[in-house]
């Protein structure tokens, strides 16, 4: 399913046209991946998650063959609440730098200053690497997606051994980008894609088949990689479906992501028609969770992803507990211009000190108006340097 784009100058029709959308996606159903536009983001209004129940919702068709993803889409903006209305203010305000123009000698880039970085917090005072550690010792390049869908990212864009070879080519850039750091493959695979039909019990989500998930863990394993689950909660509780992937979990080489904008519980908003939000409760839980499980099989450190790309999507962050068996990485998920993600970078990630920090390149979305793909050399230049890079 594709949203048309709204420029900020039309956003005063969002309200009556998302509406509409949110009525023909209930009757009609859809798949979720929609891209996150930093500037319709800007508009969004969030609302905190509470709990509810599990349910099993019709699963997604499969996909048909590999092609380039047709045209990029923006979320619906909705009402702006009160707490939103500066930040639609900034985003009007902002203006693209002319194509290629960077920031004079001696003068940093939005997210690249160190003496700003140091001041919000960075580096982080967290507890000390154990043994098995991923984190800080290599840097982790991804592939996202589902196989099931070539809309939702990369890795079932384009068939499997095309995929991997692409993936790769991505390792090598950033190892020759900074030879320092080893990098680490991975896949990281929504296994709960959010939905836009209720399915049987109205959660708005379908776990996918534990043998799907088993055969990309087969695929990360055929390049040295790891595998993340990624979870995105439609109208159930985090709570209730974690554990049902204790299964694979378990296992030394499979890490978890979760994503804010899909938990939409409180506002029983269909999902894309409103970005979502967990608080710090809630990925406590998440890391608490995993922290047994790395003392229940006795294995290394979890590295936990949680996507981000406004500011109400993660509230409370500085709640956040660190754990000695948990890595917690703060991943800026949203797409636009170079200028624009730098912005986000710094306003959403770099603003508030979590524990690591990762950086999302969209392949069709970021270039769709004819901006660059911000290449390794460019992402390094941020602070802190991002230690998680995921491609969708």
Request: hydrophobic letters at 40%.
């Given at each position: 399913m594709t949203y048309p784009y709204f420029r900020l100058s039309t956003r005063m029709f969002a309200p009556l046209l998302a509406t509409a959308l949110a009525l023909a996606l209930a009757l009609a159903g859809f798949t979720s991946g929609w891209p996150r536009d930093l500037e319709a983001a800007e508009t969004a209004s969030p609302e905190p998650a509470a709990p509810a129940a599990q349910a099993t919702p019709p699963p997604v068709a499969p996909a048909t063959p590999a092609a380039p993803a047709g045209p990029a889409t923006a979320p619906i903006p909705t009402k702006?609440?009160?707490?939103?209305?500066?930040?639609?203010?900034?985003?009007?305000?902002?203006?693209?730098?002319?194509?290629?123009?960077?920031?004079?000698?001696?003068?940093?880039?939005?997210?690249?200053?160190?003496?700003?970085?140091?001041?919000?917090?960075?580096?982080?005072?967290?507890?000390?690497?154990?043994?098995?550690?991923?984190?800080?010792?290599?840097?982790?390049?991804?592939?996202?997606?589902?196989?099931?869908?070539?809309?939702?990212?990369?890795?079932?864009?384009?068939?499997?051994?095309?995929?991997?070879?692409?993936?790769?080519?991505?390792?090598?850039?950033?190892?020759?980008?900074?030879?320092?750091?080893?990098?680490?493959?991975?896949?990281?695979?929504?296994?709960?894609?959010?939905?836009?039909?209720?399915?049987?019990?109205?959660?708005?989500?379908?776990?996918?088949?534990?043998?799907?998930?088993?055969?990309?863990?087969?695929?990360?394993?055929?390049?040295?990689?790891?595998?993340?689950?990624?979870?995105?909660?439609?109208?159930?509780?985090?709570?209730?479906?974690?554990?049902?992937?204790?299964?694979?979990?378990?296992?030394?080489?499979?890490?978890?992501?979760?994503?804010?904008?899909?938990?939409?519980?409180?506002?029983?908003?269909?999902?894309?028609?409103?970005?979502?939000?967990?608080?710090?409760?809630?990925?406590?839980?998440?890391?608490?969770?995993?922290?047994?499980?790395?003392?229940k099989y006795n294995l290394p450190p979890k590295v936990f992803v949680v996507h981000r790309f406004t500011r109400n999507m993660v509230t409370n962050a500085n709640k956040i507990v660190l754990r000695p068996e948990v890595q917690i990485v703060m991943d800026m998920d949203g797409w636009g211009a170079p200028w624009l993600k730098r912005d986000s970078y710094r306003d959403y990630i770099v603003a508030e000190p979590v524990q690591f920090t990762g950086f999302k390149l969209f392949y069709h979305n970021d270039t769709k108006k004819g901006d660059p793909l911000m290449t390794p050399e460019e992402i390094l230049k941020l602070n802190p340097k991002p230690i998680y890079i995921q491609h969708q």
């Amino acid at each position: 399913m594709t949203y048309p784009y709204f420029r900020l100058s039309t956003r005063m029709f969002a309200p009556l046209l998302a509406t509409a959308l949110a009525l023909a996606l209930a009757l009609a159903g859809f798949t979720s991946g929609w891209p996150r536009d930093l500037e319709a983001a800007e508009t969004a209004s969030p609302e905190p998650a509470a709990p509810a129940a599990q349910a099993t919702p019709p699963p997604v068709a499969p996909a048909t063959p590999a092609a380039p993803a047709g045209p990029a889409t923006a979320p619906i903006p909705t009402k702006k609440a009160a707490a939103g209305k500066k930040a639609a203010k900034r985003a009007k305000g902002k203006k693209a730098p002319p194509p290629g123009k960077i920031a004079p000698p001696g003068k940093y880039n939005a997210g690249e200053d160190p003496e700003y970085a140091q001041r919000c917090g960075w580096p982080v005072k967290a507890p000390p690497p154990l043994p098995g550690s991923i984190l800080p010792e290599k840097r982790i390049v991804a592939y996202y997606g589902n196989p099931r869908s070539n809309k939702m990212g990369v890795l079932g864009e384009y068939p499997k051994d095309e995929m991997l070879r692409r993936l790769k080519v991505e390792v090598a850039k950033w190892e020759k980008a900074d030879p320092s750091l080893p990098v680490q493959p991975a896949l990281h695979l929504v296994a709960v894609v959010a939905q836009g039909a209720p399915g049987k019990t109205g959660k708005y989500r379908m776990i996918h088949p534990d043998a799907l998930v088993n055969e990309v863990y087969g695929w990360a394993k055929e390049v040295n990689g790891i595998l993340f689950i990624d979870i995105q909660t439609g109208h159930e509780n985090i709570r209730t479906l974690l554990p049902r992937f204790e299964w694979i979990l378990k296992n030394p080489d499979v890490h978890l992501g979760i994503d804010p904008e899909f938990n939409l519980i409180k506002s029983g908003k269909i999902p894309c028609t409103k970005i979502g939000t967990y608080d710090a409760a809630d990925i406590n839980y998440a890391s608490g969770y995993l922290q047994e499980l790395v003392k229940k099989y006795n294995l290394p450190p979890k590295v936990f992803v949680v996507h981000r790309f406004t500011r109400n999507m993660v509230t409370n962050a500085n709640k956040i507990v660190l754990r000695p068996e948990v890595q917690i990485v703060m991943d800026m998920d949203g797409w636009g211009a170079p200028w624009l993600k730098r912005d986000s970078y710094r306003d959403y990630i770099v603003a508030e000190p979590v524990q690591f920090t990762g950086f999302k390149l969209f392949y069709h979305n970021d270039t769709k108006k004819g901006d660059p793909l911000m290449t390794p050399e460019e992402i390094l230049k941020l602070n802190p340097k991002p230690i998680y890079i995921q491609h969708q």
